[in-house]
């Protein structure tokens, strides 16, 4: 039975429709490290596509990077905007690369799905943590940990 358990259904509701239809019926147990891989990789691409972030810029971001903005006074609301380090031209005081980069003075403006994309990842890491740390989008089966994989 061990090596077969068999479908383990989860008792979330499936909320994601493909048209009219859900997406499928019921998300398994054994499939979710597999999605939060996938929606890492997702998240990624979108804030790539619609920020003009470098890589190594969304590989850095964290959870509370992007802040509703408060209102103005007006009532107004301003736009999101995204904090992370940058590292392109990053120099000490004597002209030497800092590899670890520094938090970029000007954010990146973030329109809405780049925001929606934070958002769902910031319910899956601690905060403060990195939003696409491996630490919480990869899990690995007992077996995985034992043998060194």
């Given at each position: 039975?061990?090596?077969?358990?068999?479908?383990?259904?989860?008792?979330?509701?499936?909320?994601?429709?493909?048209?009219?239809?859900?997406?499928?019926?019921?998300?398994?147990?054994?499939?979710?490290?597999?999605?939060?891989?996938?929606?890492?990789?997702?998240?990624?691409?979108?804030?790539?596509?619609?920020?003009?972030?470098?890589?190594?810029?969304?590989?850095?971001?964290?959870?509370?990077?992007?802040?509703?903005?408060?209102?103005?006074?007006?009532?107004?609301?301003?736009?999101?905007?995204?904090?992370?380090?940058?590292?392109?031209?990053?120099?000490?005081?004597?002209?030497?690369?800092?590899?670890?980069?520094?938090?970029?003075?000007?954010?990146?403006?973030?329109?809405?799905?780049?925001?929606?994309?934070?958002?769902?990842?910031?319910?899956?890491?601690?905060?403060?943590?990195?939003?696409?740390?491996a630490a919480h989008h990869v899990r690995q089966s007992r077996g995985a940990l034992q043998s060194g994989?």
């Open positions: 039975m061990a090596s077969n358990p068999g479908p383990c259904p989860l008792s979330v509701p499936v909320r994601a429709t493909l048209g009219d239809r859900p997406w499928r019926a019921a998300l398994d147990f054994h499939e979710v490290p597999g999605l939060m891989r996938h929606l890492g990789t997702a998240v990624a691409i979108v804030c790539l596509y619609l920020t003009g972030m470098r890589p190594q810029e969304v590989q850095n971001l964290r959870s509370g990077c992007c802040p509703d903005p408060e209102p103005a006074a007006d009532g107004t609301v301003g736009h999101h905007l995204v904090r992370s380090r940058h590292f392109k031209n990053v120099t000490d005081t004597d002209g030497h690369h800092i590899s670890a980069g520094e938090i970029r003075a000007v954010p990146w403006v973030a329109i809405q799905p780049v925001v929606h994309a934070v958002r769902v990842l910031e319910q899956m890491v601690p905060d403060g943590e990195l939003l696409l740390s994989a």
